[in-house]
């Protein structure tokens, strides 16, 4: 069996290689920093891979030693894979030199005491040689200049060592955890602060995908003409910036910039006023890159990159999930068709639609309670979702799936719900209606005002959970992060007076009479509720208008009462 060490396991790309390589039945010795063991851990049992064969230590490569256990056996140690790198920008010069080139070094010289050493395989970046040429490129900031210096010196160290080297200069790598670099361009799109995209038509900024990146680095070894070489890697279909940017805002339903602004103009512009950090302009370039090594290998080892229209669509969903790394992303959420959904899209027992000003996150604590599969989705226009018509949403996420599931609606998503149930009796279980607007008495004053979406968008948190008499968490973090987005309050404000209309409201009294399935209508004490709804609704005690918030299990609980006899009979 193969014994690989891997520097740097903890990190972005060094996790994936320690995964891959466990998952192709190798023994690996992960070495990282302190407070990487649990990161790593959480990682690898996230993807459910068999962690058998993995010894953790902890390590330093800006030490001559590394820093490693004294006592650790390295005699078995074939493979050594150097994913150890500081990679920021502002970062200062020492720090990145003291990793990104000392530290490298450290690396070869440790290697080279190693008795079974087969390869070391050491990242750096694409742009680290001019095209053809083999020139060194000027830096713009100490993350680069590390770069930049470290790679003659490593080839020259390994030449005078005589050390098996191989060189990999990836692109931009993208998969989960990635925020830096690009993340940061589609941030500013997500956000509407991208007036103009930086530099021209023929801007090229490759891409790479996470695990086909880290296929690629383990498969090294084994291809023994790969010694002493580098290989470029990335997808040389990715499309140039503009289309790019173009081609993750129609994903993520919003207003792509159509101006290009050069990197010379940004140059001369403020940073106060483009927000642009100047070492990431060195990445603005219209230069092409000659994969044709890179790709020989993959053939080789029979990899294929994935499309790049897919990684990006994936990652984009990544970053909103994760509101930028900002929270723990849902690995089931993403974009489809502009709308933003969460869960088992083809066999859940529930679909739940949210109200307002809340969003599909408001579900999560009942979602859990339920215990079963169940979808939610971000209402049309409002949360993360695409503008659109609210009635749709249900026909077009009911297009998935091939269950009969229970149709729980909140407020302003019980129309919705209802006008599917009425007209689709045979694909659903059952409705619940939580609090339903339409029956309970219309919004007040704030709504007439001309401030109201304004005054909704400037919300902090802890105004927002007071303003709806429910604690702060993480439901009223994502509503207040998503009102804060150009646009959404506004057709928030505009959702509450449609749903306020007399003709809404009777239209929807005349919808639930006509239901055929059963109903079930389940509302808060202290909420203002009417005794005119047909049946006797479920009250929860000591609730208000968000009950799922506030008495998340008691709403679950009525939730499955609804036609439990029936839930056997969902298609699974």
Not at 51 to 64: Q, S, Y
Not at 130 to 150: D, I, N, Q, V
Not at 433 to 444: E, H, K, N, R, T
């Amino acid at each position: 069996m193969s014994h690989s060490i891997v520097l740097g396991a903890a990190g972005f790309i060094g996790r994936a290689a320690v995964a891959r390589l466990l998952e192709q039945g190798d023994s690996v010795v992960a070495a990282l920093r302190p407070g990487g063991e649990n990161r790593l851990d959480e990682w690898l049992r996230a993807r459910a891979v068999d962690r058998t064969g993995l010894t953790v230590v902890l390590c330093d490569v800006t030490a001559t030693d590394l820093g490693l256990p004294a006592d650790l056996d390295t005699s078995g140690i074939r493979d050594v894979y150097n994913c150890a790198a500081r990679f920021a920008f502002g970062l200062d010069e020492a720090d990145a030199y003291a990793v990104n080139v000392t530290g490298a070094l450290n690396v070869l010289d440790w290697a080279a005491a190693l008795p079974a050493l087969r390869r070391v395989v050491h990242i750096t970046g694409y742009r680290v040689t001019t095209e053809g040429s083999g020139e060194p490129r000027s830096a713009r900031g100490a993350y680069e200049g590390s770069k930049l210096e470290s790679d003659p010196l490593l080839r020259r160290r390994a030449a005078e060592r005589g050390l098996p080297l191989t060189i990999t200069n990836p692109s931009g790598v993208l998969g989960p955890g990635q925020y830096i670099g690009l993340a940061s361009l589609v941030e500013d799109l997500w956000r509407g602060r991208l007036a103009a995209i930086p530099g021209g038509r023929e801007t090229f900024v490759p891409i790479v995908d996470l695990d086909y990146f880290a296929s690629f680095l383990v498969g090294l070894p084994s291809q023994e003409d790969t010694v002493g070489r580098s290989f470029t890697v990335l997808d040389p279909r990715t499309p140039v910036l503009p289309d790019l940017i173009r081609l993750l805002a129609g994903h993520m339903g919003v207003r792509a910039p159509r101006l290009t602004i050069p990197v010379g103009v940004i140059e001369r512009l403020p940073r106060a006023l483009t927000g642009a950090d100047p070492e990431t302009l060195a990445f603005i370039a219209d230069d092409r890159y000659d994969t044709a090594a890179a790709d020989e290998v993959a053939r080789r080892t029979g990899l294929t990159m994935p499309r790049a229209e897919t990684v990006l669509h994936e990652w984009a969903d990544h970053l909103v999930a994760s509101r930028f790394g900002a929270v723990e992303a849902d690995p089931t959420a993403g974009f489809v068709d502009g709308t933003w959904v969460s869960g088992d899209r083809a066999h859940p027992a529930y679909v739940l639609l949210h109200g307002l000003p809340v969003d599909s996150e408001s579900w999560s604590e009942v979602r859990d309670a339920l215990g079963a599969p169940s979808l939610v989705a971000d209402l049309p226009g409002l949360g993360r979702s695409a503008p659109g018509d609210i009635d749709d949403v249900l026909p077009r996420l009911m297009g998935s799936v091939q269950s009969r599931p229970v149709l729980v609606g909140h407020s302003l998503g019980c129309g919705p719900v209802l006008k599917y149930a009425a007209a689709h009796p045979d694909r659903i279980a059952g409705v619940v209606l939580v609090s339903p607007a339409f029956l309970q008495p219309p919004a007040g004053r704030l709504l007439r005002s001309p401030l109201a979406a304004p005054a909704l968008r400037r919300m902090s948190v802890e105004a927002l959970a007071s303003r709806l008499g429910i604690p702060a968490g993480p439901a009223v973090d994502s509503a207040a992060a998503n009102l804060r987005r150009p646009g959404v309050a506004g057709r928030t404000i505009a959702a509450l007076r449609r749903a306020g209309a007399p003709g809404r409201r009777a239209e929807l009294a005349e919808t639930l009479a006509r239901v055929a399935v059963p109903v079930r209508i389940v509302v808060g004490a202290r909420d203002p509720f009417p005794s005119i709804a047909p049946g006797e609704p479920a009250v929860i005690e000591d609730a208000g208008h968000y009950p799922q918030l506030t008495h998340p299990a008691l709403v679950a609980a009525e939730i499955t009462r609804l036609g439990a006899d029936r839930l056997g009979a969902v298609a699974r």
